[in-house]
């Protein structure tokens, strides 16, 4: 469905987010198991609406820009597959935190 599309931005305070392979070596270059391979709750934005209103009227940017590594709750966000890469969307207030 989505074959004929190039792009997506989200809308209003969304954000699109690829999350980040578990580590297939250790530090000291052990290789893990499977077993061991857990989702990361850490990815990086791909793409971020432009924001919304508050109740006042006020307008409020995402907090977050493209490119940023951000740590994700355990659970939330919408998954949807583009272009044979898995992606979620969450809103920018269930972003816990901007790593740097």
Not at 46 to 68: H, I, L, W
Not at 80 to 90: N, R
């Amino acid at each position: 469905m989505f074959s004929q599309f190039r792009k997506f931005t989200p809308l209003l305070n969304r954000v699109v987010i690829k999350r980040l392979d578990a580590p297939k070596k250790s530090a000291g270059g052990i290789l893990l198991p499977e077993s061991a391979e857990k989702d990361l709750q850490v990815g990086e934005v791909v793409s971020a609406g432009p924001g919304t209103y508050d109740d006042y009227g006020n307008f409020q940017a995402t907090g977050v820009k493209e490119g940023q590594k951000v740590l994700l709750p355990a659970y939330g966000g919408q998954v949807f597959d583009f272009q044979d890469q898995k992606f979620t969307i969450y809103k920018d207030s269930e972003i816990l935190a901007v790593l740097e």
